[in-house]
Structure formats: structure tokens, C-alpha cells
């Protein structure tokens, strides 16, 4: 089993900055990636990036590229989602999520998640 517990989320105006961290603990050598995913009232869980706790390799979906840095702390066991110059379509709640697969944009793929964390960009 891994744990994840995600925080940092909150209100910011557009063209502000959040950093969401994401941190696991219990069985995190299972994992090969950590990913984060958004939901939107109304709207499907969507890929937002992940990285491989090895070699750090990211992905990042079309929409955030340029804005949100995915980073981790092997030490501490922390993921960390970095986000600039938000947008209003960037509301939602975030999960972070940990999969074992070689997929990391899928959300199918993933084996646990996090209770997710409010996002609000205001226009």
C-alpha cells in the first residue's frame, strides 16, 4: 500500500503561482511514477505530468506545458507540482497518484491516489 497525501492547493488570482506537494509513504519502492491529474466540475479526470522517481524523467500534458514543473525529493519522499501564470481554466481539484505501470499519462494505470486538493484560479 502507499499513502499519498497532497497539499498547498487554494485561491489565486490569474497569473499567480501554487505549489502543490504530494507526499507518500508505505510501499513507495512499488512505484515507478508519480503523476498528477485534475478534475473540473462536470468535466473527466485529465492528465496534468508525471515523473519517474528514478531518473526523473517528466511528462506534462499539451495545456501546462511552459507553466507547471513537476519535481521530487527522493528523501523526503515528495512530489512537488510547481504552477505559474494560472488561468482560470486551470480550476479544479488535483490528485497526485502513484503508479507501478510504464504509463504515465493514463489514469487507468495508476494503483493509488490522493484525496486531491482544491485549486481555484479567479478571473
Known amino acids: 500500500q502507499v499513502q499519498l497525501v497532497e497539499s498547498g492547493g487554494g485561491l489565486v488570482q490569474t497569473g499567480g503561482s501554487l505549489r502543490l506537494s504530494c507526499a507518500a509513504s508505505g510501499r513507495t519502492f512499488s512505484s515507478a511514477f508519480m503523476g498528477w491529474f485534475r478534475q473540473a466540475p462536470g468535466k473527466e479526470r485529465e492528465f496534468v505530468g508525471a515523473?519517474?522517481?528514478?531518473?526523473?524523467?517528466?511528462y506534462y500534458a499539451d495545456s501546462v506545458k511552459g507553466r507547471f514543473t513537476i519535481s521530487r525529493d527522493n528523501a523526503k519522499i515528495t512530489v512537488y507540482l510547481q504552477m505559474n501564470s494560472l488561468k482560470p481554466e486551470d480550476t479544479a481539484v488535483y490528485y497526485c497518484?502513484?503508479?507501478?505501470?510504464?504509463?504515465?499519462?493514463?489514469?487507468?494505470?495508476?494503483?493509488?491516489w490522493g484525496q486531491g486538493t482544491q485549486v481555484t484560479v479567479s478571473s
Open positions: 497518484a502513484a503508479s507501478r505501470s510504464m504509463s504515465p499519462t493514463r489514469a487507468p494505470m495508476y494503483d493509488y
Open positions: 515523473i519517474s522517481w528514478s531518473v526523473g524523467t517528466t
